[in-house]
């Protein structure tokens, strides 16, 4: 039987293996922008600088926040934006499996988005 402590725990597992994840691909992109590197694709044709910021943004500063279980709803709907501009733009002429990553990983924020950070949060705090 599924406990309440237990879907709690599953939730804090999930929130944290699945940002920490994102962490890996988004911290490249967070040194680039550190560093004053701004080239960068630009899918939606808004620039180079504000589309790296918008990918560390989701790739790296919302996975923090889901980690820490802060703002989690809010920080889950920028990963979830992230990944769709990856996988319906930036690889929508590809076969499933170039934009398969970034559809599970939007599959996974689109999860906690719904279910929320659980108890063990620093939203529940």
Known sequence: MLTKSYFNFSLLFFRVVLSAS?????????????????????PLGVGAIPSLFFAVLGEFIAPIFIIFGFKTRWASLVS?????????????????????????????????????PGKFSLDKK
């Open 22 to 42: 994102l962490l890996t691909h988004g911290y490249g992109k967070f040194l680039k922008l550190i560093n004053g590197d701004f080239e960068f694709a630009d």
């Open 80 to 116: 979830i934006i992230t990944m769709a501009v990856i996988t319906f733009v930036v690889h929508a002429d590809d076969p499933f499996k170039g934009k398969e990553k970034a559809l599970l990983f939007g599959i996974g924020f689109i999860l906690l988005f719904l279910q929320g």
